[in-house]
Nanobody, 127 residues
Framework: QLQLVESGGGLVQPGGSLRLSCAGSGLTLDTYVVGWFRQAPGKEREGVICISSSGNSINYRDSVKGRFTISRDNAKNTVYLQMNSLKPEDTAVYYC????????????????????WGQGTQVTVSS
């Protein structure tokens, strides 16, 4: 079965850090564009940060620049989202997604609906 498996969410205080993982099962992630999306209660899902298959191109949402980074560990077939300086407004369910077809910008601008999605992991930033 082809799927993405996320882990690493939780409750963190403002200013804290979390690292989310997205592991491919049946998918070789270094041949896919991979993106992280989030959806807060009552809001639409939005692209947060996306990485090309080579890792050479990354697209960010402005609100996370300087705080969030994305990286690949091809040996582990995993993509990571490192989130630092977390704010209450970062609270959401975070999803990873993968597809071979789009550019990183198209994926992160939600102009393209990826074929594969993870189950989502809750991130709550609160004191």
């Amino acid at each position: 079965q082809l799927q993405l498996v996320e882990s690493g969410g939780g409750l963190v205080q403002p200013g804290g850090s979390l690292r989310l993982s997205c592991a491919g099962s049946g998918l070789t992630l270094d041949t896919y564009v991979v993106g992280w999306f989030r959806q807060a209660p009552g809001k639409e899902r939005e692209g947060v940060i996306c990485i090309s298959s080579s890792g050479n191109s990354i697209n960010y949402r402005d609100s996370v620049k300087g705080r969030f980074t994305i990286s690949r560990d091809n040996a582990k077939n995993t993509v990571y989202l490192q989130m630092n300086s977390l704010k209450p407004e970062d609270t959401a369910v975070y999803y990873c997604a993968a597809d071979r077809r789009p550019t990183v910008q198209a994926m992160c601008d939600s102009l393209f609906y990826p074929d594969y999605w993870g189950q989502g992991t809750q991130v709550t930033v609160s004191s």
